[in-house]
């Protein structure tokens, strides 16, 4: 049972996404000024902060299973390194394919530098509004990893959540392992919107 000070927290947490996501589509011109408060209040009341996304593919092991896996993701209406930290494992617009997201940890942001194994290549610092994304699997090379040693920075503007649960099957399953100010700020989020049935359900109709 959710504890009153969990519910606190969720509170604030969603009034602050309202808020955000509500201001992005006022300055993209999409909610009109009248609705701006009606907008706030609808999805505070009626939205929900996290969506359910299933991913296959060896790039994040063990994290995901090889045979693929449900994932619960914390939506993040405008990323930029003061909303996404190193550490994090996030779900990103594909480079190469504008269609497609993928998800890979973040390993750097705006002001890290970066040293190469590569002995001829030359320290590099991460533009602003750039960011580094690595996969989790260790044996992959650059290009099967499909990370940034293969596509070099990312856009972090381009970054739409944050992954909080791996569900890979009924009995393997567990909050993921993010940088600890994400896994703090996303704690409330993860008692109250998480749903064990729910991913069972998606995960049978996902394979």
């Known amino acids: 049972m959710v504890g009153v000070e969990t519910w606190c927290r969720y509170f604030l947490t ?6 955000t ?12 000024p009248n609705r701006v408060f009606y907008n706030v209040w609808k999805t505070l009341i009626k939205g929900r902060m996290t969506y359910l996304r299933w991913t296959e593919g060896e790039q994040m092991a063990p994290m995901i299973g090889p045979r693929g896996g449900t994932l619960l993701v914390r939506k993040i209406p405008v990323a930029d390194a003061r909303k996404v930290f190193v550490g994090d ?5 594909d480079p ?19 040293v190469s194994d590569v002995l001829y290549e030359e320290p590099f610092t991460i533009g602003e509004d750039w960011c580094w994304i690595l996969a989790d699997n260790k044996k992959l090379t650059p290009k099967e990893a499909y990370d940034s040693r293969y596509l070099g920075q990312v856009y972090i503007k381009n970054i739409i959540g944050r992954v909080i649960y791996s569900f890979r099957d009924a009995a393997d399953h567990g909050p993921v392992k993010n940088s600890e100010i994400s896994m703090e700020e996303d704690s409330a989020v993860l008692e109250v919107e998480l749903d064990v049935d729910e991913l069972t359900r998606n995960h049978k109709a996902a394979k």
């Open 14 to 19: 969603k009034l602050h996404y309202s808020v």
């Open 96 to 114: 190469k394919d504008f269609r497609n997201y993928i998800v890979r940890r973040l390993a750097a942001v705006e002001g890290d530098e970066m």
């Open 21 to 32: 996501l509500t201001r992005k589509h006022y300055l993209l011109g999409e909610i009109p």
């Open 89 to 93: 494992v996030v779900v990103i617009l």
